[in-house]
């Protein structure tokens, strides 16, 4: 199976394409490295889904928003076309909810969690 013989370099090349800058690419090359070498069993995914870890946007002028760990995996291209355009679906669904200056928390909260569940689960369902 391709996707278990991907080198770190070209990891790195597609998360440096989606996600604009890397500070360390030789740092984080080599912790690539190191995932894959561990396998499966080793890897914890730790997803900043909210954007609480992470910066919300690209730049100082906050006109274009960082990808979400969740967006990086769903626009990759192990990914099939089938499982992105589901995902578009779900993102087109439910982004309105989540940017809307009307409802509250509360009203936007079940909503999120059924996107992120949504992503989630068609994101999993891509490693059978």
Known sequence: ???????AASLLEQISSLSGHISCPDV????????I????????VISDFDATMTS?????SCSTRN?????????????????????????KKYEPIESSQTLSPEEKTPSMIAWW??????????NR
């Open 67 to 91: 990808d979400s760990a969740h967006a990086m995996l769903a626009y990759s291209r192990l990914m099939s076309v089938e499982c992105k355009r589901e995902i578009e679906d779900i993102c």
């Open 117 to 126: 569940d949504g992503v989630h689960q068609l994101l999993i369902g891509q």
């Open 56 to 60: 919300y946007w690209k730049d100082s």
């Open 37 to 44: 070498q561990g396998g499966r069993p080793s890897l914890h």
């Open 1 to 7: 199976n391709s996707k278990q013989h991907m080198s």
């Open 28 to 35: 984080v090359e080599k912790k690539l490295e190191r995932m």
